[in-house]
């Protein structure tokens, strides 16, 4: 991986409990961008937190930034089976345009 | 809403070959970003183009290229493939080239060397 790591790298979960995953990152960044990929499809963006913002919202998605700590989370609240997918954070480095993945996080929501 | 189109979306080719993927970004996009990613890996940035010139490189082989035409469509030209080359390869595009810009992906190319 470019970046850092996500953790955990795998996580089992009921429909309808809420799932965490973190991401951390090595250096300052511009923005951090989640992302969502169903299994060997494509990347669908769920949310963009740029470095002087804390929390963001979309949906049933939260997402924090801690630039002190260097890094991210992402909590997906009530989960349903459709939320089985890999997650990876994303982030552009200061001066730089390109996006630079994490490992992924594949969470399995079980019905 | 228009999306990113790549082509083909598979493609299946034998060491030593060569191959050309395609990439049309959204409408008014004008910055195409190329990603690689291997079987249970994370995508690894390539290449990107902004207004048709190359803006930035990344760990592409000295065996792949690319260019960005007139239309902004993208080419990623890959020789003497490798059975390590298979891969999913995803275009993204962007409005700009700026740092808060969000990127755009398309489907992918499967590409599977045998």
């Known amino acids: 991986s470019q970046q850092g790591e996500e953790d955990p790298q795998a996580l089992s979960i009921q429909e309808g409990e809420n799932a965490t995953m973190n991401c951390s990152y090595k250096?300052?960044?511009?923005?951090l961008q989640w992302y969502r990929q169903n299994s060997g499809r494509g990347l669908v963006h769920l949310i963009l937190?740029?470095?002087?913002?804390r929390e963001k919202h979309s949906g049933r998605l939260r997402v924090t930034l801690d630039t002190s700590k260097k890094s991210s989370s992402l909590l997906i609240t009530a989960s349903r089976a459709a939320d089985t997918a890999s997650y990876f954070c994303a982030t552009v480095y200061s001066n730089d345009y390109k996006l630079s993945f994490g490992a992924g996080t594949t969470v399995t929501v079980r019905a | 809403a228009a999306g990113v189109i790549q082509s083909p979306r598979h493609l299946i080719k034998e060491k030593r070959e060569t191959a050309t993927l395609k990439c049309y970004p959204i409408?008014?996009?004008?910055?195409v970003y190329w990603y690689q990613q291997g079987p249970g890996q994370d995508p690894q940035f390539l290449i990107s183009f902004y207004e048709k010139m190359q803006s930035d490189k990344g760990s592409i082989p000295d065996r792949f290229s690319a260019q960005q035409f007139s239309d902004y469509h993208s080419e990623l030209n890959m020789s003497s493939l490798e059975l390590g080359d298979s891969a999913l390869y995803f275009c993204?595009?962007?409005?700009?080239?700026?740092?808060?810009?969000?990127?755009?992906f398309g489907p992918g190319t499967r590409l599977t060397v045998l």
């Open positions: 409408p008014r996009h004008d910055t």
């Open positions: 993204a595009s962007s409005a700009t080239s700026g740092f808060d810009n969000e990127q755009f």
């Open positions: 250096t300052s960044i511009n923005n």
């Open positions: 937190i740029r470095s002087n913002e």
